[in-house]
């Protein structure tokens, strides 16, 4: 039954807006056929106009037959002795025109000259109501039609009414906690909400206030959205919905209506939750400016006013999400507005095993598949790219025509979420092909004398996505710091490649472009961030915030000393790279030539090259 509420509705928005389109067209082609047919009437009008000086001075000289005023525009028509034809008349065509200050007092002009003696037929239309009328309806057409349009134009924006209800009652919101794997912590936090909204009485009469806005921050991924929908289904209240780029608009206002709409609907269907995702994009630090951004500043402002207004009876929380907390403007962050900022971490071992078994409910898994194994092999994944491993491995098994996922699938899925589609039949070169052939064997080799690097689980040299190579890692552990030795062991690693071309090859490619990226990146942070470079000593200049004004404070020879030193790191790396596989240069062709030949290797060959040299 609700689903076919939502669907009537769906069905006629659809109508609405449709309709709405058409009007607008339709509208739009009135304004321009008005438009075009007064610049052509104005045209014309234009080429055959005379001058009142010389309409009265032609009057004087007997040139005109006819003169046909029309009152109600203040304009005379003309028509000249020189351009009569047949039965005395001139063509309407060839008739000319002439606007009249003041018809009154040119009518007693014109009958002076009559007395006078001057010959002249004068014929007078009235102004009737009708053409009043008419006259002022062409002036205000385009502008009323402009209104109309503007007026459509916001019903489209659906000012205010935005905001998508998910109600337990009405659309099926059964998200409950045990559908969100994991998160322990955050759920126990959240428990004293959802009793808040079961039983509001029960605080208020303790004196207690609930908070008014709870912001959950973290990666993408994370579950955020869905641990809000699940506070609503525990607690059994109405959910509304929004993102935060729905309140920005360029037009002034807008966005701050639609605030204002979005928290008149949440007091009237209270006790519920909002919640706002991606709130960065209303929620940012304010700043002087015009357009767009003046626009964000006024809907930051009435949100701000909003969650200021909440009285603590009217049981409405608000949840926002966002990846970058520290863009968020510090009004929005003090206590009375978001008093809790719950941090949602990447999922560990444990969770991850949770939640793949989550999304392995709907899926036929053969009997090799280990879940556990996978959430190993997966540290440093989200809930979403977990539940996206699974949908690829279930696309995979089903081209592959089987009935069941195997464990193959799930490799092979993880491999082209995580490096990108495999493209076995591109051509390549004998010379390109022992290029990356080398260049792959030298990252391995090199990572397999790195203490604290991870184990080599797969080399290949078949193109995937934007790689002519790559070399997978098997990650087991879930890490939460990274030591000094590890970032420079990882250097090496990342510099294997290119050791590699230069030592077997005696040339250098581009194949080690994004190697290079990565390791300036690393290279950049050990020197300015995290404090690990003797010569700049321990302090954090964090470059991508206020980069000049924190060098300017440490003196002008800072950022050269920064670029040396980040240099000195990067070519001893290098050179580590080179002396590894110069060590093991056997070790190194040996790797090459099978991935010559078989063009993909796993972790037991891999292993097995080695026990053999």
Known sequence: MAENKDKNKK?????????????????????????????????????????????????????IQKIELNEASQTALLSYKKDIEKDNKVPEDKKKNSTIPNIQAFMELVNQKIASGKTVEIEQKRKSMFA?????????????????????????????????????????????????????????????????????DKYQQMGAKVPHGVLFSGKPGTGKTLIAKAIAGEAKVPFISMSGSEFVELFAGLGASRVRKLFERAKKIAPCIIFIDEIDAIGARRANAIGADSENNQTLNQLLVEMDGFESEQSVIVIAATNRPE????????????????????????????????????????????????AENTAGFSGAELANILNEAAIIATSRKQKEISNQDVEDALAKVTVGLEKKNRRISDKDKRLTAYHEAGHAVVSKY???????????????GMAGGYTMYRNNEDKYYISETEMREKLISLMGGRAAEKIALNEISTGASNDLEVAMEIARNMVTTYGMNDKIGPMSLNLKNEAYEKLQLLGTDMQNTIGLEIRKILDQAYQDAQSILRMHRDKLDAVAEVLMKKEKINEEEFNEIFNNY
């Not at 998508?164 to 126990?188: H, M, Q, R, T």
């Not at 790195?450 to 995937?464: A, N, Y």
């Open 11 to 63: 069905k006629k928005s659809l109508k609405d807006l449709i309709s709405n389109i058409l009007l607008i067209i339709a509208l739009l082609a009135v304004l321009g056929t008005s438009v075009y047919y007064t610049i052509q009437k104005h045209n014309k009008q234009k080429e055959n106009s005379v001058a009142y000086s010389q309409l009265l001075k032609d009057i004087d000289e007997e040139k």
């Open 132 to 200: 009043t009328f008419m006259t002022g309806l062409a002036r205000f057409l385009p502008t009323l039609i402009m209104l109309v349009m503007a007026y459509l134009i916001f019903e489209m924006q659906g000012v205010g009414k935005k905001g998508k209800v998910y109600d337990p009652e009405i659309s099926n919101n059964d998200v409950k906690f045990d559908d969100v794997a994991g998160l322990d912590e955050e759920k126990n936090e959240m428990l004293e909400i959802i009793d808040f909204l079961k039983n509001p």
């Open 327 to 374: 863009m968020l403007d510090d009004a929005l962050l003090r206590p009375g507005r978001f008093d809790r900022t719950i941090v949602i971490n990447l999922p560990d071992v444990k969770e991850r095993e949770d939640i793949l078994r989550i999304h392995a409910k709907n899926k036929k898994f053969a009997e090799d598949i280990d879940l556990k194994n996978i």
């Open 450 to 464: 790195l203490p604290t690097q991870d184990v080599v689980k797969e080399v290949s040299i078949i193109p995937r």
